[in-house]
């Protein structure tokens, strides 16, 4: 009776580490995958009970919408920006998409699959990466500041780079190098400032300043650039706006004490034409008063690159 009952106890031990073993995955599952960044696709991202997926941006994440969020889990922190967690809620299987915003206005569409429990064979994206297909930016491991060196910056400022300091403080450097000398100020409470602006054909490179005048500690929202002007219907004043795409902005810091500066860039492309009562203006806004932007004109036709505003 004994010897049966110590064959049951092994026979149960072994199913029970099977399951267990057959439960990880293998390391040649195991997938890390790099893209272009293009709004235009939708990418599979496959998942595994038990295991968490990320997925990494260019960019700050805005907003993150599940189709299906009982059967799905997604995370982002403010504390890493450019990264969303995804995982399955559920043991079942199932799929469903999601959508990425981001601080520029793009739009990443996903397809969220999972086998469930059951699966043995699939694989399991542990990261999925997505890089600019044409980077107007130099990034380190993280979200870099640092201009690439076409955008006509002296060789002393581009040293600066491969100094043995922190990265953060050589971005620092090189977008205070941008600030305007005698900035014209914008706003009250919250002021900005247009400081340098460069242009290659239709891209153009725009610095700015932002100051917190306020008592409290304010929270910045991306920046934002519009096609302004007043509507010409007759007996009609409303202002017309038109938002330009970003393509790419650095800012050395989001969140502002009273009294401090920050130092931002911002590139996008340029319309090709305006009407004569239109402006191009830069919008900074505090997270909650994002009714009540700042507005600071933008010279519509720039200089070359190495001129300024």
Request: proline share 6%; glycine share 6%; aromatic share 4%.
């Amino acid at each position: 009776m004994k010897i049966c009952l110590s064959l049951l106890h092994l026979t149960t031990l072994a199913v029970v580490l099977g399951l267990s073993a057959s439960d990880q995955v293998d390391a040649s599952d195991a997938r890390i995958i790099t893209l272009s960044l293009d709004p235009q696709n939708v990418t599979v991202l496959h998942l595994r009970t038990g295991y968490v997926s990320s997925v990494r941006l260019p960019e700050e994440v805005r907003s993150v919408v599940l189709g299906d969020p009982g059967f799905f889990k997604a995370e982002h922190s403010e504390a890493e920006p450019e990264l969303v967690f995804f995982k399955p809620a559920s043991p079942k299987a199932a799929q469903t998409n999601a959508l990425i915003t981001t601080g520029s206005g793009h739009e990443i569409s996903l397809n969220l699959v999972s086998e469930g429990k059951a699966d043995r064979g699939h694989a399991v994206d542990y990261v999925l990466k997505y890089e600019r297909p044409h980077s107007f930016l130099i990034g380190a491991a993280h979200s870099s500041f640092i201009i690439e060196s076409t955008r006509g910056l002296e060789p002393e400022k581009l040293q600066v780079e491969s100094a043995p300091v922190k990265t953060d403080t050589c971005e620092r450097s090189l977008l205070k190098a941008e600030r305007a000398d005698d900035p014209h100020w914008e706003g009250k409470r919250l002021r900005i400032a247009v400081g340098r602006i460069e242009a290659r054909g239709q891209q153009m490179t725009v610095a700015f300043s932002v100051v917190n005048s306020s008592p409290r500690t304010i929270e910045l929202l991306p920046p934002q650039v519009e096609l302004a002007g007043r509507s010409k219907q007759k007996h009609h004043k409303a202002v017309k706006a038109e938002q330009v795409p970003i393509e790419e902005y650095r800012i050395t810091s989001r969140r502002l004490e009273p009294g401090v500066r920050a130092e931002g860039v911002v590139i996008f492309e340029r319309p090709t034409f305006k009407e004569s009562g239109e402006r191009l203006l830069l919008e900074i806004a505090q997270a909650e008063e994002v009714d009540r932007p700042v507005l600071a004109p933008i010279t519509f036709v720039a200089s070359a690159v190495g001129g300024a505003k």
